[in-house]
T-cell receptor, first 114, second 113 residues
Framework: DSGVTQTPKHLITATGQRVTLRCSPR?????VYWYQQSLDQGLQFLIQ???????AKGNILERFSAQQFPDLHSELNLSSLELGDSALYFC?????????????FGEGSRLTVL | AQSVTQLDSQVPVFEEAPVELRCNYS??????LFWYVQYPNQGLQLLLK??????LVKGINGFEAEFNKSQTSFHLRKPSVHISDTAEYFC???????????FGQGTELSVKP
């Protein structure tokens, strides 16, 4: 158990809909990272937050947004969903905003868009 | 920007045989290097990391990796694999102070009895 909790574990929805994925980092970790894993794109970095502020941005679509709340949990919002958004979305956390150490990954939220 | 190339998408090997999973990276600045493992239906967990110092890094479960700056490689090795090592392995790189980890496409290691 990494200590990172992601909900929901599975989600099935229709095209055009909006979903929210939630992540609770390990106790004491200030950084949260979101990754998308799909068969064709592999593991893609989406965005990083550190103590409530956006720290780095990757290949995140404009239809996607994220935030980190004062209690350090984070949410990833996916809107106007398309079939190609079907993927496994991972959240990871670390204790600092400089990546010299270990990222702790949750078990992921599997999104299926029909 | 940095990138990571894992040279083999699948590596089948027999139990107790040695294995090497290859990883090359590209970056214009100094980097940190990592290997992560993903077991079926689980998240990723760190196997080992290279930050500085000795170029031979030892990790969990008997794995080790060697950083070769001139060849920009960070290959993962294990002298004798077990069935339980069957998993997907990801090489990753981050720039000094970069704060984000860039992953390779993954190598599926399949250990057969």
């Amino acid at each position: 158990d990494s200590g990172v909790t992601q909900t929901p574990k599975h989600l099935i929805t229709a095209t055009g809909q909006r979903v929210t994925l939630r992540c609770s980092p390990r106790s004491g970790d200030l950084s949260v990272y979101w990754y998308q894993q799909s068969l064709d794109q592999g593991l893609q970095f989406l965005i990083q937050y550190y103590n409530g502020e956006e720290r780095a941005k990757g290949n995140i679509l404009e239809r996607f947004s994220a935030q980190q709340f004062p209690d350090l949990h984070s949410e990833l919002n996916l809107s106007s969903l398309e079939l190609g958004d079907s993927a496994l979305y991972f959240c990871a956390s670390s204790s600092s905003d400089t990546n010299t150490g270990e990222l702790f990954f949750g078990e992921g939220s599997r999104l299926t868009v029909l | 920007a940095q990138s990571v190339t894992q040279l083999d998408s699948q590596v089948p090997v027999f139990e107790e045989a040695p294995v090497e999973l290859r990883c090359n990276y590209s970056s214009s600045v100094s980097v940190y290097l990592f290997w992560y493992v993903q077991y079926p239906n689980q998240g990723l967990q760190l196997l080992l990391k290279y930050l500085s110092g000795s170029t031979l890094v030892k990790g969990i479960n008997g794995f080790e990796a060697e950083f070769n700056k001139s060849q920009t490689s960070f290959h993962l090795r294990k002298p004798s694999v077990h069935i339980s090592d069957t998993a997907e392995y990801f090489c990753a790189v981050s720039e000094y102070q970069g704060g984000k980890l860039i992953f390779g496409q993954g190598t599926e290691l399949s250990v057969k009895p």
